[in-house]
């Protein structure tokens, strides 16, 4: 089995729907050991050929984008291949190469342009769920609007600051003492 069948076959299949959401230790360390070394080829420019093909951008995007946040959760490097899978996946659906893959595994294309701390990007992700994504529910629209309103608020994402360093201003502490979203 070829690697990108290898990650896809992971998310799509054996995680599902009802895990791609989910915080598991479990699977974030099996992400870890089994795709470690595969995330630190496409940071060094190794996997690029893979963004040729819709399934070959579809993994690539999984683990860029997903397998990053699994990988490094709650650290810095959860968010070091953001720009990355944000530029990929705005070449991808460039290309309509997003439309030649289905719902529900669609969202994945979109999901770089929703973790983005850019207004534009927001902007795009909500429009590419609404137009792009005819069977996706209310709620998932809604967690790409949400990311929205909060880029719209603070130009970036507040529950991110402490791993990425950043100092909290006042009116971002006052969010997350609320219960503010997180992203």
């Known amino acids: 089995m070829s690697d990108i069948e290898r990650i896809l076959d992971f998310w799509l299949t ?5 895990g791609w959401y989910a915080v598991s ?18 940071m060094a420019g190794s996997l690029d050929q893979w963004t040729v093909s819709p399934r070959g951008a579809l993994a690539f995007l999984v683990l860029t984008d997903q397998f990053s946040r699994n990988m490094h959760r709650g650290t810095e490097a959860a968010f070091a291949a953001d720009r990355l899978a ?4 705005k070449a991808a659906i460039g290309r309509s190469m997003d439309l030649a893959i289905p719902e529900p ?5 979109y999901l770089p342009l ?25 709620e998932q629209l809604s967690f ?23 100092t909290d201003s006042e009116a971002e ?8 979203y997180m992203s």
């Open 14 to 18: 054996e995680i599902g729907p009802e």
């Open 25 to 42: 230790d479990e699977t974030d360390e099996r992400i870890r050991n089994e795709f470690g070394d595969l995330w630190d080829q496409a």
């Open 86 to 89: 944000c530029r990929v996946a």
């Open 105 to 109: 595994e669609r969202q994945f294309f």
């Open 114 to 138: 929703m973790h983005s701390e850019v207004l534009s990007d927001q902007e795009r992700c909500v429009r590419m769920f609404m137009m792009r994504l005819p069977e996706i529910g209310p």
């Open 144 to 166: 790409a609007v949400d990311h929205r309103a909060v880029i719209r608020k603070f130009g970036r994402f507040p529950s991110r600051n402490m791993a990425l360093g950043r």
């Open 173 to 180: 502490l006052a969010y997350r003492a609320g219960g503010g």
